[in-house]
T-cell receptor
Framework: GENVEQHPSTLSVQEGDSAVIKCTYS??????FPWYKQELGKRPQLIID?????GEKKDQRIAVTLNKTAKHFSLHITETQPEDSAVYFC????????FGAGTILRVKS | NAGVTQTPKFQVLKTGQSMTLQCAQD?????MYWYRQDPGMGLRLIYY???????DKGEVPNGYNVSRLNKREFSLRLESAAPSQTSVYFC???????????FGDGTRLSIL
């Protein structure tokens, strides 16, 4: 079955810097790659997603890139703000989502 | 528009007790899911229902059962709770499989 690895497990950045989180997946048939943000004690919330027929997608300060050949995808957050501090999860899917273990992002002001 | 509603929000059980976690969505979604979240392990799929009338095992189904009561409701039952089932349980729904999933607020379950 699908296996998703996520790195790094923790990431600290200064406010205003960029943050990059990377995920690799094992099943080349996976075709949907969402990213979720989870604040402490809250539900996971979808922040951006990409399908396998697209290489990059942007939404304001957030972007996701996909390299199907290498089977990895990344989340890029520019101009980080303290409210970006949270746990971020990647996932890969054919029909069912398989999640990475998460990245704790701390934005220091 | 409530989205995905889970009850209860918190529960403490003793080993061997049974309980049912309830989930309802008002988005007319076909697919529903139950996950558990443990520290450092992300979200793991317990069971899912691709459409009304169908249920299938996920990654960690042992010790659980589910019922898709109707299109709106999908319940998760622990027949004989064990301490290893202490976790945060999330229900989610999507229009179809492979579509964006929307999560409920979770149920924090402790088993002593």
């Amino acid at each position: 079955g699908e296996n998703v690895e996520q790195h790094p497990s923790t990431l600290s950045v200064q406010e205003g810097d960029s943050a990059v989180i990377k995920c690799t997946y094992s099943d080349s048939a996976s075709n949907y790659f969402p990213w979720y943000k989870q604040e402490l004690g809250k539900r996971p919330q979808l922040i951006i997603d990409i399908r396998s027929n697209v290489g990059e997608k942007k939404d304001q300060r957030i972007a996701v890139t996909l390299n199907k050949t290498a089977k990895h995808f990344s989340l890029h957050i520019t101009e980080t703000q303290p409210e970006d501090s949270a746990v971020y999860f990647c996932a890969a899917s054919i029909y069912k989502l398989v999640f990475g273990a998460g990245t704790i992002l701390r934005v220091k002001s | 528009n409530a989205g995905v509603t889970q009850t209860p929000k918190f529960q403490v059980l003793k080993t061997g007790q049974s309980m049912t976690l309830q989930c309802a969505q008002d988005m007319n979604h076909n697919s529903m899911y139950w996950y558990r979240q443990d520290p450092g392990m992300g979200l793991r799929l317990i069971y899912y229902s691709a459409s009304e009338g169908t249920t299938d095992k996920g990654e960690v189904p042992n010790g659980y059962n589910v019922s898709r009561l109707n299109k709106r409701e999908f319940s998760l039952r622990l027949e004989s709770a064990a301490p290893s089932q202490t976790s945060v349980y999330f229900c989610a729904s999507s229009e179809e499989e492979g579509q964006p999933q929307h999560f409920g607020d979770g149920t924090r379950l402790s088993i002593l």
